[in-house]
């Protein structure tokens, strides 16, 4: 299989990359994708034909309304302006992007339920695409037809103005995404903490220096927060009805505690622990994601050698997870060359099959069977599918492949995902001494701990200049004793970055009257697996405003292996 053939492969059964990415993301990935549920939707459930044109800059941004304009065929778009500072509004503007998707009911209909607005992660994830991308079969089984779907790119990010850039060229970009790809071989030499922290300390720089209108300061987490009470009063809505995923469970907490009174209706899926992030506290998000690649292995086992292609008539679950560590020692020695002319020289090492593996776990019914087809040949000297799964043989890709005339690439989004962390909560970490000391402490807890090095080493106080200026920073228990109507959580058993006894429970403890329901599967948030039980719960919140009994727990539909077909349908993300 060559590289142009393995990239249509990988279109064609989905891959991990969001939360809108696609098939050839870049290093970049582990840290814009971190806490975003949804990359393999883009890329997977895209439409082959050529997607229709818009010009957002068209659109005049509006005051305390939405002006709504026709878009992408079936969409309508517009522009909000809402101040950087909500506290000081002479401070500048945001135009945020906001797109819908109309009901099929009529909003004069007595059965229309008004907008669900949608949040795809990130921080830096694009609602607009994740918007685009969801399939008609995806929506109806989460919502049924009565609502319309409101998705928005949030301040800095996507196509929202004025735009988070760190950089002015192309070359500044490029030399911080190879530092990036340095930090993931961390595990096999320490000493590239040396070499990629004065990268990080230069981007801290030149973050705050090409700033030129001023954003950063304002891209906060409760900035946020305050948008969405923006957008939906711009709709002519008193209360918000949501749907956050991964680090959109963050944004929905937050503006559970700020507005506990103005909560119609907030699921959220693939739950951050909330307090930890503004602490900046990260190692507890890969609690589960040991577990994860066992239950990788395990699956594989189970389906048996027709079936997963890295079974290799394996005597039990343990020989094949010991086989993917063999594979990572393999690659750490003699990396393994990807061929043909599309692949810039480059190889497999160590820190594109983990982090290949790792991505995979975010999405195991669109990826694992891949992940399994790609392990056997590498163990055979073909690294073209690894490769790809882990976006090491392009630089940069445009993560929009839905808006051709729109570039937003995958390293615009990791500059987005660092501000917003930064902003947010910066981190422990104040010296490259403090750095080492934290990553021997935190590899302890998780073989892949070396994931969470890029987002330190970005927030690391000596590192990231720019400082907030309405703070939300550690801000004590975000809770809110009696929001106006309870919360739904959900989170998987074994979700690879936000595992449940840690996240869904811990969060949900804070909001009297919410539930938690379990959904038994891996990948990140319930959506990325079929479960007609847990789409069921979901849809009677919506529509009926019931709560599944607490302790209520889902299964899948069917195990990973043995899905029948691909997901033409896009039931799941």
């Known amino acids: 299989m060559n590289l142009r053939d ?12 969001d939360h809108a990415a696609d098939p050839e993301e870049d290093m970049c990935a582990p840290l814009s994708s971190f806490l975003l549920a949804t990359s393999a939707l883009v890329a997977a459930q895209s439409e082959s034909a050529e997607p229709p044109k818009f010009d957002w800059g068209s659109i005049q941004p509006s005051v305390g309304t939405l002006e709504w304009e026709p878009c992408y065929s079936t969409f309508e778009c517009g522009r909000l302006s809402v101040p950087f500072n909500y506290s000081s509004p002479d401070d500048g503007t945001a135009a945020i992007a906001v797109i819908r998707l109309p009901s099929n009911v009529s909003s004069t209909d007595e059965g229309y339920r008004g907008p669900v607005l949608l949040n795809p992660g990130g921080p830096s994830g694009s609602g607009v695409e994740f918007l685009l991308a969801l399939k008609p079969r995806m929506i109806e089984s989460l919502f049924g037809s009565s609502y319309d779907l409101v998705s928005f790119d949030p301040r800095g990010m996507g196509r929202t103005t004025p735009p988070i850039r760190f950089y002015t060229s192309d070359s500044q970009r490029d030399e911080w995404t190879a530092s990036q790809a340095l930090l993931f071989n961390t595990t096999v030499n320490p000493a590239v903490l040396d070499d990629s922290w004065p990268y990080y300390s230069a981007t801290g720089d030149l973050a705050k220096q090409n700033d030129k209108e001023g954003i950063l300061p304002y891209v906060s987490t409760d900035n946020v927060a305050r948008d969405m ?44 622990n909330v307090e930890n992030y503004f602490k900046g506290i990260w190692t507890p998000l890969l609690e589960t994601a040991d577990e994860a690649l066992a239950d990788f292995a395990k699956d594989c086992f189970d389906a048996g050698s027709e079936v997963c292609a890295f079974h290799g008539n394996a005597s039990s679950a343990d020989q094949i997870h010991q086989s993917v560590f063999d594979l990572l020692d393999t690659v750490i020695k003699d990396p393994v060359a990807i061929p043909g002319p599309d692949s810039n020289g480059r190889s497999v090492d160590f820190a594109a099959l983990k982090i290949a593996i790792f991505d995979s776990m975010y999405h195991p019914y669109s990826t694992y069977p891949l992940l399994a087809q790609g392990l056997a040949e590498l163990q055979n000297g073909n690294g073209t599918i690894i490769s790809l799964l882990s976006g090491s043989v392009n630089g940069s890709i445009e993560i929009s492949n839905l808006d051709p005339d729109f570039v937003y690439d995958s390293r615009m989004q990791s500059e987005g995902l660092v501000a917003v962390a930064c902003s947010d909560a910066g981190t422990a970490v104040a010296s490259l001494d403090d750095l080492k000391a934290k990553y021997d402490e935190d590899k302890k807890f998780s073989s892949f701990s070396d994931i969470l090095l890029t987002t330190e080493t970005a927030c690391g106080l000596s590192v990231w200049k720019v400082r907030p200026e309405a703070t939300f920073r550690d801000p004590g228990p975000i809770a809110a004793d009696n929001t106006s109507f309870p919360i739904l959580f959900i989170g998987n058993t074994l979700d690879p970055v936000t595992p449940l006894s840690a996240r869904a429970k811990t969060v949900s403890a804070n909001f009297p009257g919410s539930v938690v329901l379990t959904q038994n599967s891996g990948g990140h948030s319930s959506v990325t697996s079929p479960s007609s039980c847990s789409r069921k719960y979901v849809m009677d919140y919506f529509l009926k405003g019931s709560l599944p009994e607490p302790g209520t727990t889902c299964e899948v539909d069917f195990e990973v292996f043995n899905f029948p077909g691909n997901d033409t349908e ?4």
């Open 6 to 17: 393995t990239e249509q492969t990988l279109n064609g059964v989905g891959r991990p990359h």
């Open 229 to 272: 009470l923006s957008i939906v009063e711009a709709m002519g809505g008193k209360k918000l009805q949501y749907y956050g995923i991964s680090y959109g469970t963050v944004l929905g907490s937050v503006f559970a505690s700020l507005f506990p009174d103005k909560i119609e209706r907030m699921v959220l899926d693939g739950v951050v």
């Open 570 to 573: 896009g039931l799941y993300l």
